[in-house]
C-alpha cells in the first residue's frame, strides 16, 4: 500500500507567520491529494482537493500544491482559528489512507 | 439543512458486535458514495471503508476486512462491526465521496460517534 508521510508532526508559529507542510507519497498518486483541517473535538473540514483547488468557502491564504510523490500546504498568513492539525489524504485508489498529521500550534 | 448525523456507538466487549448508523438530511443521499472514518482517541484519521452510490461496489481497509460490512439504504449508511477488538475504539466519521478528475475527496462529514471496545 502507498504510504503518507507529512512533515514536519508539529510546528509552532505566530499569527501572520508563513507555514508550509508537506506530505511525501510513497508512489506516485498524481493529483489525487487532498487537505483536511481539525479542531480539537470536531470533525475534518475539507480545504483543498485535486492537490491545488480550494474548496468552496475556504479562505485564500490556503494553497496547495504539488503532484507525484510531494504536495505542500502553505497558509500564507496565519490567523488565530488556523491553529489545528492539518492531513493529507490520497484520493487516487484504495485504500484512501491519510497522512499522520501536522500539529499547528501557538508559539 | 445538510447534514450527516452518526448514531450507534457504544462500549462493548471484546469480541463482541456493534452497528452504527449515518443518517443524511438535505442532500440527494443516493447520488453520493460514503465513507467510514475512524480516529482512535489522540491519535490521526484512520480509512475504514467505503460503499458506492447504489451499493454495487464496497472497498474497506486491511484491519478491518472480514470484519466490518459498510451497506447502506435510501437515506442511511451502516458499519456492521463484528469481532470487536480494543484497537477498534475510536470516533466513527461518516463522510461524503466526491469524485473530480479521478481524485476521491470528502467534503461533508458528521460529528462522529464514539465506540469503546472494553471488558
Known amino acids: 500500500d502507498i504510504q503518507m508521510t507529512q512533515s514536519p508532526s508539529s510546528l509552532s508559529a505566530s499569527i501572520g507567520d508563513r507555514v508550509t507542510i508537506t506530505c511525501r507519497a510513497s508512489q506516485s498518486i498524481s493529483s489525487h491529494l487532498s487537505w483536511y483541517q481539525q479542531k480539537p473535538g470536531t470533525a475534518p473540514k475539507l480545504l483543498i482537493y485535486g492537490a491545488s483547488s480550494l474548496q468552496s468557502g475556504v479562505p485564500s491564504r490556503f494553497t496547495g500544491s504539488g503532484s507525484g510523490t510531494e504536495f505542500t500546504l502553505t497558509i500564507s498568513s496565519l490567523q488565530p482559528e488556523d491553529f489545528a492539525t492539518y492531513y493529507c489524504h490520497r484520493g487516487d485508489s484504495a485504500p484512501y489512507s491519510f497522512g499522520q498529521g501536522t500539529k499547528v500550534d501557538i508559539q | 439543512q445538510v447534514q450527516l448525523v452518526e448514531s450507534g456507538g457504544g462500549v462493548v466487549q471484546p469480541g463482541g458486535s456493534l452497528r452504527l448508523s449515518c443518517a443524511s438530511s438535505g442532500i440527494r443521499f443516493t447520488d453520493f458514495g460514503m465513507h467510514w472514518v475512524r480516529q482512535a482517541p489522540g491519535k490521526g484519521l484512520e480509512w475504514v471503508a467505503y460503499i458506492r452510490y447504489d451499493g454495487t461496489e464496497t472497498k474497506y481497509a486491511a484491519s478491518v476486512q472480514g470484519r466490518f460490512t459498510i451497506s447502506r439504504d435510501r437515506n442511511t449508511l451502516y458499519a456492521q462491526m463484528s469481532s470487536l477488538r480494543p484497537e477498534d475504539t475510536a470516533m466513527y466519521y461518516c463522510?461524503?465521496?466526491?469524485?473530480?478528475?479521478?481524485?476521491?475527496?470528502?467534503?461533508?462529514w458528521g460529528r462522529g460517534t464514539l465506540v469503546i471496545v472494553s471488558s
Open positions: 463522510a461524503r465521496d466526491l469524485l473530480t478528475s479521478g481524485c476521491r475527496y470528502f467534503d461533508l
